[in-house]
């Protein structure tokens, strides 16, 4: 019974992966810190996630960026650079530094202020006058339209 000898038994060690510096909560802040939502997402109302899949090198640095599945309208764009941007406390596996492939989910959720404003009020002044060169006095009377247009 070799092996329920605890003086005989090894100590595993399993393979690390790179680390953010702060961990989840700092990974989460620093993504928070850095992403500006595309105006293009923004005019059209576009929600939703950006799935990507990266390599960190032994430096701690990415050095390859996929998106799996994006939503387009420039929030994929917006994703990859701000992986981009992180950089990773590098892993060493039994002593020997190497390259890992992580994948992360970044979430795009629009602003409460732009969710609630479901119509925009556009007010449009129009103002015409007639020719001097009309006698009447009906006709030289100045004439103002307003228009308001809700999107």
Do not use: W
């Not at 009447?136 to 339209?145: C, N, T």
């Amino acid at each position: 019974m070799k092996h329920n000898d605890p003086k005989s038994q090894k100590k595993k060690n399993f393979l690390r992966i790179p680390t953010f510096p702060e961990g989840k909560d700092g990974y989460k802040r620093f993504i928070k810190e850095n992403i500006v939502y595309p105006v293009q997402a923004l005019s059209n109302r576009i929600e939703g996630s950006v799935y990507l899949v990266y390599t960190v090198n032994n430096l701690g640095e990415i050095v390859d960026v996929n998106i799996t599945k994006g939503i387009g309208y420039g929030c994929d764009e917006e994703a990859i650079r701000v992986i981009r941007l992180m950089k990773y406390e590098p892993a060493r596996n039994r002593g020997i530094k190497m390259k890992v492939e992580m994948k992360t989910r970044i979430n795009f959720k629009l602003p409460e202020n732009i969710i609630n404003t479901n119509q925009s009020e556009i007010q449009l002044n129009y103002s015409a006058t007639t020719s001097e060169k009309a006698n009447s006095p009906e006709l030289k009377s100045q004439a103002v339209y307003n228009y308001t247009i809700n999107l």
